[in-house]
């Protein structure tokens, strides 16, 4: 990309290919060039470029004809612009630039920070030139500096108002909707009564984190949310994991469904009994709407690029993410810390932009196994604290004296889940019994979640 003094505009004719290339990979990309992140022709900087994108669209708008080398080829040849956009083998040369149409966010957003770059240095030199125009006052040249900025932040829609009639008529169509239905809950309902009674339900467009310190339940008692949100209320569910296979987490949810106990699904000794109490519980997440996104080490722009296309395709309520620390970014000159907040904020803009929750699991520091966890023991803590909705902390008593080896392995371990930030609601702790045969959690005194 040109810039500076360069004579050269500002663009990026690689991000430009793949761009294309990712569309012509898949027609979800278009969706999310076109729709999600409001791309136009006009911000390609090659005129042939341009030309492809405008068959691309129109071919997808068509809704008989699937975009690819061939149909795009074909609609540009009818409007005579094949040769001007490079001909059939340059239109099939674009699908070698990009393996893969996941990071269409990516490149899109390289095609439209060259544009508006463009734009402003339009705008600056015309600016430039009625500087110097001394007929006229230099009040009225700022009032078409302010008026040409405003134009170019306008036509990116870099932001939205509602007015307060909007809002005051959305919220009261809640309010007699929640008179109807009389639910408990107004968002998306955790399992566990005591913790909802104090959030209300997991909100759209909240980020909620649960952190604790490793092997004291982070996955199980989020794949207990999911579970209860996919299998017992029907919410479409999507939960990320970058550490454990999707395969070991269905087993973790056999088991906590069945109640049977992990280590025997591990080594089959299971009698007939069993077997069909696990036919059971498989049967019922079988039909559950929840989806596993299994991949390591995975990027932030892949993560968010995915859910995009969860909430579009399978209108996923609620997203679980295990865990964020584990999320990479493209620029790895940042330092950890800068990376988690980086991680963190991006987390939050999706969440609203979404309009869902996300929950994400965070590491805590050692400093959480001398004292009960608090929002200074998160891992960039000051990031998650001000970026995070409801912080949660899960915690245990450590066992003291000689009764301590007795009770290493115990059927229920009291599990303290401490609401520690609630930005709609209050704090506190919620009491807990982890079963650690099944990995299953349970309210205090109940064997199964409400």
Known sequence: MAGGLNRTPPHDNEAERAALGAMLFDTEAIDAASQGLSLRAGDFYSPAHGGIYDAILKLRDSGNVKPDILTVSRELRQAGKLDESGGEDYVASLTTVVPTSANIEYYVKIVQDCSLRRSLLRVSSEIG?????????????????????????????????????EVVAETTKLIDKLRRDKKAFTGVPSGFTDLDSMTNGFKPSEFIIIGARPSIGKTAIALNMAAHAAAGKKIPTAFFTLEMSDVSLMMRLISSEAQIESNSLRTGYLSNEQMNVVHG???????????????????????????????????????????????????????????????SRSLKSLARELNI??????????????DKPNLATIRASGAIEQDAD?????????????DAAVN???DVIETELSLAKNRNGPTGPVRLQFLPKYAKFVSTMKRDPV
């Open 129 to 165: 030139a009625r500087v110097f125009d001394e007929s006229l006052e230099a009040y009225r040249v700022l009032e078409e500096v302010q008026q040409k900025i405003f134009e170019l932040s306008d036509s990116r829609q870099l932001f939205k108002f509602s007015s307060a009639r």
């Open 281 to 343: 519980a498989m049967s019922k997440l079988y039909d559950a709407p929840l989806y596993f996104v299994d991949q390591p080490n995975m990027r932030l722009l892949d993560l968010r690029s995915q859910a995009r296309r969860l909430r579009a395709n399978q209108n996923v309520g609620i997203i679980f993410i295990d865990y964020i620390t584990l999320i990479t970014l493209e620029d790895f000159r940042l330092q950890p810390h800068e990376q988690i907040a980086e991680v």
């Open 357 to 370: 929750p996300i929950v994400a699991l965070s590491q805590l520091t050692r400093e959480a196994e001398k």
């Open 390 to 402: 409801i912080v949660m902390f899960l915690s245990r008593q450590r066992e003291k004296g000689k």
């Open 408 to 410: 290493s392995h115990p």
